[in-house]
Protein backbone atom coordinates (compact mmCIF):
# COMPACT_ATOMS: atom_id res chain seq x y z
CA UNK A 1 0.00 0.00 0.00
CA UNK A 2 1.21 3.29 -0.61
CA UNK A 3 2.07 6.02 2.04
CA UNK A 4 0.72 8.55 0.30
CA UNK A 5 -1.27 10.80 1.71
CA UNK A 6 -4.37 12.34 0.19
CA UNK A 7 -5.04 16.34 0.85
CA UNK A 8 -8.47 16.33 2.30
CA UNK A 9 -10.42 19.15 4.21
CA UNK A 10 -9.54 19.41 7.85
CA UNK A 11 -12.06 18.21 10.88
CA UNK A 12 -12.77 20.62 12.81
CA UNK A 13 -12.27 19.63 16.45
CA UNK A 14 -12.77 22.42 18.53
CA UNK A 15 -16.36 22.10 16.73
CA UNK A 16 -16.93 18.60 17.56
CA UNK A 17 -15.41 18.82 21.08
CA UNK A 18 -18.45 21.76 21.75
CA UNK A 19 -21.09 20.24 20.18
CA UNK A 20 -20.91 16.95 22.13
CA UNK A 21 -20.24 18.85 25.23
CA UNK A 22 -23.90 20.22 24.77
CA UNK A 23 -25.10 16.80 24.28
CA UNK A 24 -23.83 16.10 27.84
CA UNK A 25 -25.23 19.12 29.70
CA UNK A 26 -28.27 18.70 27.82
CA UNK A 27 -28.75 15.19 29.22
CA UNK A 28 -28.54 13.60 25.51
CA UNK A 29 -25.59 11.75 26.00
CA UNK A 30 -24.72 10.34 29.12
CA UNK A 31 -20.91 8.80 29.88
CA UNK A 32 -20.11 7.13 33.73
CA UNK A 33 -16.44 5.81 32.93
CA UNK A 34 -13.99 5.83 30.07
CA UNK A 35 -15.43 2.92 28.13
CA UNK A 36 -18.88 4.70 27.64
CA UNK A 37 -17.19 8.00 26.60
CA UNK A 38 -15.19 6.64 23.67
CA UNK A 39 -18.48 4.68 22.59
CA UNK A 40 -20.67 7.54 23.00
CA UNK A 41 -18.04 9.86 21.40
CA UNK A 42 -17.23 7.34 18.32
CA UNK A 43 -21.33 7.20 17.84
CA UNK A 44 -21.04 10.86 18.04
CA UNK A 45 -18.47 10.78 14.91
CA UNK A 46 -20.10 8.63 12.66
CA UNK A 47 -23.59 10.76 13.34
CA UNK A 48 -21.71 13.81 12.23
CA UNK A 49 -20.09 11.85 8.82
CA UNK A 50 -16.32 12.26 9.57
CA UNK A 51 -15.36 9.71 7.92
CA UNK A 52 -16.53 6.58 6.55
CA UNK A 53 -15.03 4.58 8.59
CA UNK A 54 -14.96 4.81 12.26
CA UNK A 55 -13.26 2.41 14.51
CA UNK A 56 -12.01 1.24 18.19
CA UNK A 57 -8.98 0.05 19.11
CA UNK A 58 -6.99 0.10 15.56
CA UNK A 59 -3.26 -0.91 15.99
CA UNK A 60 -1.02 1.92 14.21
CA UNK A 61 0.00 -1.35 12.19
CA UNK A 62 -3.18 -1.70 10.51
CA UNK A 63 -2.27 1.64 8.83
CA UNK A 64 1.36 -0.02 7.93
CA UNK A 65 2.66 2.17 10.38
CA UNK A 66 6.00 0.93 12.08
CA UNK A 67 5.30 -0.13 15.41
CA UNK A 68 8.56 0.89 17.45
CA UNK A 69 8.09 5.25 15.90
CA UNK A 70 5.39 5.53 18.22
CA UNK A 71 4.93 5.95 22.46
CA UNK A 72 1.60 3.86 22.14
CA UNK A 73 0.39 1.38 19.67
CA UNK A 74 -3.59 1.22 19.92
CA UNK A 75 -5.52 4.87 18.72
CA UNK A 76 -9.13 4.48 20.91
CA UNK A 77 -10.93 6.21 17.82
CA UNK A 78 -9.87 5.92 14.12
CA UNK A 79 -11.77 8.03 11.37
CA UNK A 80 -10.89 7.22 8.04
CA UNK A 81 -11.57 5.90 4.39
CA UNK A 82 -12.10 2.39 2.75
CA UNK A 83 -8.48 2.85 1.08
CA UNK A 84 -6.56 3.85 4.26
CA UNK A 85 -5.62 6.46 2.25
CA UNK A 86 -7.32 9.50 3.47
CA UNK A 87 -6.80 9.79 7.60
CA UNK A 88 -9.48 12.23 8.94
CA UNK A 89 -8.98 12.41 12.51
CA UNK A 90 -7.19 10.32 15.59
CA UNK A 91 -8.77 10.35 19.12
CA UNK A 92 -7.38 9.49 22.31
CA UNK A 93 -9.80 9.60 25.28
CA UNK A 94 -9.57 9.75 29.02
CA UNK A 95 -12.08 9.41 31.96
CA UNK A 96 -9.68 8.69 35.16
CA UNK A 97 -11.74 7.83 38.01
CA UNK A 98 -9.14 6.42 41.12
CA UNK A 99 -7.49 8.95 41.70
CA UNK A 100 -3.40 8.28 41.21
CA UNK A 101 -3.59 11.79 39.73
CA UNK A 102 0.26 12.46 38.75
CA UNK A 103 -0.14 9.03 37.44
CA UNK A 104 -2.97 10.18 34.86
CA UNK A 105 -1.30 13.04 34.09
CA UNK A 106 1.84 12.03 32.65
CA UNK A 107 -0.65 9.26 31.06
CA UNK A 108 -2.29 12.11 29.63
CA UNK A 109 1.09 13.53 28.01
CA UNK A 110 1.66 10.01 26.96
CA UNK A 111 -1.51 9.89 24.74
CA UNK A 112 -0.51 14.01 23.54
CA UNK A 113 2.90 12.97 22.46
CA UNK A 114 1.13 9.64 21.12
CA UNK A 115 -1.08 12.08 18.77
CA UNK A 116 1.42 13.89 17.59
CA UNK A 117 3.48 11.19 16.16
CA UNK A 118 0.04 9.96 14.20
CA UNK A 119 -0.35 13.74 13.09
CA UNK A 120 3.39 13.44 11.77
CA UNK A 121 2.64 9.94 10.22
CA UNK A 122 -0.57 11.19 8.26
CA UNK A 123 -3.74 11.67 10.04
CA UNK A 124 -5.31 15.14 9.21
CA UNK A 125 -6.19 16.18 12.70
CA UNK A 126 -5.34 14.37 16.36
CA UNK A 127 -7.29 14.94 19.24
CA UNK A 128 -6.99 14.25 23.12
CA UNK A 129 -10.00 15.03 25.03
CA UNK A 130 -10.44 14.09 28.85
CA UNK A 131 -13.37 14.30 31.51
CA UNK A 132 -12.68 14.46 34.96
CA UNK A 133 -15.08 13.94 37.94
CA UNK A 134 -12.02 14.82 40.70
CA UNK A 135 -11.09 18.69 41.78
CA UNK A 136 -7.28 17.55 42.35
CA UNK A 137 -7.44 17.11 38.30
CA UNK A 138 -7.41 20.87 38.11
CA UNK A 139 -6.93 22.46 41.22
CA UNK A 140 -4.63 22.60 44.31
CA UNK A 141 -1.10 23.21 44.37
CA UNK A 142 1.12 23.82 40.30
CA UNK A 143 4.64 22.50 40.69
CA UNK A 144 6.06 19.83 38.83
CA UNK A 145 3.89 17.85 36.40
CA UNK A 146 0.22 19.39 38.00
CA UNK A 147 1.54 23.07 36.80
CA UNK A 148 0.90 21.83 33.25
CA UNK A 149 -2.81 20.86 34.70
CA UNK A 150 -3.54 23.05 37.18
CA UNK A 151 -0.77 26.66 36.67
CA UNK A 152 -1.41 27.15 33.17
CA UNK A 153 1.88 26.30 31.89
CA UNK A 154 2.17 25.57 28.50
CA UNK A 155 2.81 21.64 28.05
CA UNK A 156 5.74 21.24 26.24
CA UNK A 157 9.09 19.74 25.69
CA UNK A 158 10.52 16.82 27.90
CA UNK A 159 7.76 15.12 30.64
CA UNK A 160 9.36 13.04 33.21
CA UNK A 161 7.13 10.15 34.92
CA UNK A 162 6.63 11.92 38.16
CA UNK A 163 6.46 8.76 40.72
CA UNK A 164 7.92 5.62 41.32
CA UNK A 165 11.41 5.73 39.67
CA UNK A 166 11.09 7.97 37.11
CA UNK A 167 12.66 5.99 34.41
CA UNK A 168 9.71 7.02 32.00
CA UNK A 169 9.45 10.27 29.54
CA UNK A 170 7.98 11.91 26.57
CA UNK A 171 8.34 14.45 24.44
CA UNK A 172 5.96 16.77 23.35
CA UNK A 173 6.80 18.91 20.57
CA UNK A 174 4.13 21.51 20.37
CA UNK A 175 2.91 24.05 23.11
CA UNK A 176 -0.62 23.54 24.82
CA UNK A 177 -2.17 25.10 27.54
CA UNK A 178 -4.92 22.94 29.39
CA UNK A 179 -7.83 25.06 29.46
CA UNK A 180 -10.84 23.68 32.40
CA UNK A 181 -14.00 23.81 31.15
CA UNK A 182 -16.99 23.08 33.28
CA UNK A 183 -19.67 20.87 32.46
CA UNK A 184 -23.48 21.31 34.49
CA UNK A 185 -22.99 18.23 36.32
CA UNK A 186 -19.88 19.70 38.06
CA UNK A 187 -17.30 17.43 36.07
CA UNK A 188 -14.55 18.82 33.93
CA UNK A 189 -13.53 18.86 30.37
CA UNK A 190 -10.32 19.74 27.90
CA UNK A 191 -9.25 19.18 24.79
CA UNK A 192 -6.35 19.45 22.68
CA UNK A 193 -5.59 19.56 18.90
CA UNK A 194 -2.28 18.04 18.92
CA UNK A 195 -0.13 18.93 16.17
CA UNK A 196 4.03 19.17 16.88
CA UNK A 197 4.07 22.22 14.94
CA UNK A 198 2.41 24.75 17.03
Known sequence: MSHAIVMIASVKPE????????????????????????????IFLREKNVAKLIQFERNVSYFQFPRSSFTKKEI???CFDTSRIQL????????????????????????????EELKMAGFSSCLFLAV?????????????????????????????????????????????????????????YTWIEANPDT
Open 15 to 42: SLVGEFARRLNDGYIEIYNEFSLQHEFG
Open 76 to 78: DIT
Open 88 to 115: RLAVELKYPRAGQFPEQMFSFCKDIAFL
Open 132 to 188: VEQRPFHSGRADGIYRYFRGGEPLHGKIVKPTGAKDQEVLIEGKYVIRWKELRDGRR
